[in-house]
């Protein structure tokens, strides 16, 4: 089983929807949880760090379950621009931050 | 602000030559990371730096050594490159220490690496 695993999609949607995408992670002692966002061969950015009240960020909203080991990112009035690879990434920060990585979550959003 | 700088963008080596990544922060961060990024697989971590002086293997380190040179730089080294080693290699850096340590990494533009 993957440490981290997201449906690598793709979400096909429409300007302006609503999407959600959601990630489990397997380590229950995993202390920090991030969504960045990749562009086609570019770096991974951050998108926002997830906290366990739930934070949003502009039109971006994201959950953290540490129950269930479950995270989710909902995306609104989605934007041509938003088309994208979300990452979902969960940390543990012993010593060094050690990041784990989900393969991502291919977002395409049309006219 | 140039953040996490990467050189070269591009490389295409034969197989055993050899050739040294490099990777400087401008942000006055205390650890740094490599990464490398294929197809279907999330990003694994080579090897990473908590802080100056010290350097520590991470999930995929056979095949590199790396070389912390001073808190702004550190460099990854293949010292006789094979065709498994064909990938896309990102550096990334956090302020590492403390409270601090939680903080996001942020990545370079990333090397597109390609052995022959």
């Known amino acids: 089983r993957k440490e981290v695993e997201q449906d690598p999609g793709p979400f096909n949607v429409p300007e302006g929807a609503t999407v959600a995408f959601n990630c489990t992670y397997s380590n229950s002692a995993s202390q920090s949880f991030f969504w960045y966002r990749q562009d086609c061969r570019k770096e991974p950015k951050l998108l926002m760090s997830?906290?366990?009240s739930g934070n949003e960020d502009g039109r971006f909203t994201a959950q953290l379950n540490r129950a269930s080991q479950y995270i989710s990112l909902l995306i609104r009035d989605s934007k041509l621009s938003d088309s994208a690879t979300y990452l979902c990434?969960?940390?543990?920060?012993?010593?060094?931050?050690?990041?784990?990585f989900g393969t991502g979550t291919r977002l395409l959003v049309s006219p | 602000n140039a953040g996490v700088t990467q050189t070269p963008k591009f490389q295409v080596l034969k197989t055993g030559q050899s050739m040294t990544l490099q990777c400087a922060q401008d942000?006055?961060?205390?650890?740094m990371y490599w990464y490398r990024q294929d197809p279907g697989m999330g990003l694994r971590l080579i090897y990473y730096?908590?802080?100056?002086?010290?350097?520590d293997k991470g999930e995929v380190p056979n095949g590199y050594n790396v070389s912390r040179l001073n808190k702004r730089e550190f460099s990854l080294r293949l010292e006789s490159a094979a065709p498994s080693q064909t990938s896309v290699y990102f550096c990334a850096s956090n302020p590492g220490e403390g409270a601090t340590r939680r903080a996001a990494q942020h990545f370079g533009d990333g090397t597109r690496l390609s052995i022959l």
């Open positions: 997830v906290y366990s």
């Open positions: 990434v969960v940390a543990m920060n012993t010593g060094f931050q050690k990041l784990v």
């Open positions: 730096s908590a802080s100056e002086g010290t350097t």
């Open positions: 942000m006055n961060h205390n650890s």
